[in-house]
């Protein structure tokens, strides 16, 4: 029998590792094996190895390299960030501003704040998934020492003025919070010097990016002090300890600066492919709405939502039919709760539930796209169709 063709849509959850990044990183996982901590040559040739992806990554975003934190991924850069940057400077404040759309582990690590003392003001957003520059400086008081909002949203793609942001903290004459960005799905997209968006902390994760899963980093100026969220062997200065995945990190910093590279292309060539995917769909079936910003957003994303169709449904028909998209962010693709962020933005439960994500890649074509519109117009007309009779 013959394979079924597979089409995957689903670059925002994860991508494939790049050829050049294997290639980096396999002499770390068969010959260049020692322990970094370790004194004899096969760990300082790990170290060595560690301290060379730092750098790389430094200068891919604009920092210096003692700046730079690995860590196990984006949720445990995020958690860091947050908890660990609060923690560290409560004795200026316990305020703390996000917007209602950040990913959910951002906002989780603020209900653990809460918890603890801490104050949260979540910031709304426009029915593009925009926050308010307005509701943000109303919103910063003399206690706010940690403001997070998010480069590039995972679920609609929406991108946040970052540099606005940053030059309303920085002007404020109430506070001087510490700005944190999760950039997980702007890396490889968006320019993500820091210096240049003048933000002070930065989460980067190397499965967005053509890199190896279970890997990421925490850009923090050097001038914030934050606390560990994870002790005991004292890597990463103290401030991230276990021992380094050295094949991981090599493979993060190689992902980096090829996506980082190829940005420019790459982004114009997706920007296109979802624009003809998105006028195709709205003009081939009906009841179909756009989620989100089209002109503030990512170029590979794409949030549809199709009325009397439930998400889920059409993600598993589409499934038989060899095509990998998602209902959202696959982190949270076990609750039976609407998407937050969906709802942040003005969707109704119903309408929430009817959406689904394509999410376009390095490998996606033109051709592809055509018979994803092909099946993704059937598979419409089969649910409704079923819908009906069962009614």
Same mark, same amino acid.
């Given at each position: 029998?013959?394979?079924?063709?597979?089409?995957?849509l689903?670059?925002?959850?994860?991508?494939?590792?790049?050829p050049?990044? /294997?290639?980096?990183?396999l002499?770390y996982?068969?010959?260049i094996?020692?322990?970094?901590s370790?004194?004899?040559?096969?760990?300082r040739?790990?170290?060595?190895?560690?301290?060379g992806?730092?750098?790389?990554?430094?200068?891919?975003?604009?920092?210096?390299?003692?700046?730079?934190? &690995?860590?196990?991924?984006?949720?445990e850069?995020?958690?860091?960030?947050?908890?660990?940057?609060?923690?560290a400077?409560k004795?200026?404040? #316990?305020?703390?501003?996000?917007?209602?759309i950040?990913h959910?582990?951002?906002? $989780?690590?603020?209900l653990?704040?809460?918890?603890e003392g &801490?104050?949260?003001?979540?910031? $709304?957003?426009?029915?593009?998934?925009?926050?308010?520059?307005?509701?943000?400086?109303?919103s910063?008081?003399?206690?706010?020492?940690?403001?997070?909002?998010?480069?590039?949203?995972?679920?609609?793609?929406?991108?946040?003025?970052?540099?606005?942001?940053?030059?309303?903290?920085?002007?404020? =004459?109430?506070?001087?919070?510490?700005?944190?960005?999760d950039?997980?799905?702007?890396?490889?997209?968006?320019?993500?010097?820091?210096?240049?968006?003048?933000? $002070?902390?930065? =989460?980067?994760?190397?499965?967005?990016?053509?890199?190896?899963?279970?890997?990421?980093?925490?850009y923090?100026n050097?001038?914030?002090?934050?606390?560990?969220?994870?002790?005991?062997?004292g890597?990463? #200065?103290?401030?991230?300890?276990?021992?380094?995945?050295?094949?991981?990190?090599?493979?993060?910093?190689?992902?980096?600066?090829?996506? @980082?590279?190829?940005?420019? #292309?790459?982004?114009v060539?997706?920007?296109?492919?979802?624009?003809? /995917?998105i =006028?195709?769909?709205l %003009? %081939?079936? %009906?009841?179909?709405?756009?989620?989100?910003?089209?002109?503030?957003?990512l170029?590979?994303?794409?949030?549809i939502?199709?009325?009397?169709?439930?998400?889920?449904?059409?993600?598993?028909?589409? @499934?038989?039919?060899?095509?990998?998209?998602?209902?959202?962010?696959?982190? @949270?693709?076990?609750?039976?709760?609407?998407?937050?962020v969906?709802?942040?933005i003005?969707?109704?439960d119903?309408?929430?539930?009817?959406?689904?994500?394509?999410?376009?890649?390095?490998?996606?074509k033109?051709?592809?796209?055509?018979?994803?519109i092909?099946?993704l117009?059937?598979?419409?007309? &089969?649910?409704r169709?079923?819908?009906?009779?069962?009614?």
């Open positions: 029998m013959k394979a079924k063709k597979r089409i995957y689903d670059n925002a959850s994860t991508t494939p590792v790049m050049g990044v /294997f290639a980096a990183m002499p996982l068969t010959k094996y020692g322990n970094p370790s004194l004899h040559e096969e760990g040739l790990a170290k060595r190895a560690i301290e992806a730092r750098m790389a990554i430094s200068r891919v975003i604009g920092s210096v390299a003692e700046e730079i934190i &690995f860590t196990s991924g984006g949720t850069s995020d958690n860091l960030a947050i908890l660990g940057l609060a923690r400077n004795n200026k404040g #316990n305020h703390i501003i996000v917007s209602s950040e959910k582990v951002v906002l $989780d690590a603020c653990k704040l809460i918890k &801490f104050e949260v003001t979540y910031l $709304d957003v426009n029915k593009s998934g925009v926050i308010s520059l307005d509701h943000l400086k109303s910063l008081r003399a206690d706010t020492i940690l403001v997070s909002i998010m480069y590039a949203n995972n679920e609609i793609g929406t991108i946040q003025p970052i540099n606005e942001i940053s030059k309303l903290l920085k002007s404020s =004459t109430i506070c001087q919070p510490i700005f944190h960005t950039a997980c799905q702007a890396a490889g997209a968006l320019a993500i010097n820091v210096k240049k968006l003048g933000i $002070d902390a930065m =989460t980067i994760s190397a499965s967005k990016i053509h890199g190896p899963k279970g890997i990421g980093c925490l923090l050097k001038n914030y002090l934050v606390e560990p969220i994870i002790v005991g062997g890597q990463e #200065n103290g401030l991230r300890s276990g021992t380094e995945n050295v094949a991981s990190i090599v493979g993060l910093a190689e992902a980096l600066n090829i996506a @980082d590279s190829n940005k420019e #292309n790459e982004s060539r997706l920007t296109q492919l979802r624009n003809y /995917f =006028t195709k769909v %003009k %081939k079936i %009906k009841g179909v709405s756009l989620n989100g910003s089209l002109r503030s957003r170029p590979n994303n794409i949030n939502s199709i009325t009397r169709v439930e998400g889920e449904s059409l993600v598993l028909l589409l @499934d038989e039919e060899g095509i990998a998209c998602s209902t959202g962010s696959a982190c @949270d693709s076990e609750s039976l709760k609407p998407s937050h969906l709802t942040s003005g969707l109704s119903e309408s929430a539930h009817c959406s689904i994500r394509f999410t376009l890649g390095e490998e996606t033109k051709s592809d796209l055509n018979y994803v092909n099946k117009s059937k598979s419409v007309d &089969f649910i169709k079923m819908s009906a009779i069962k009614s």
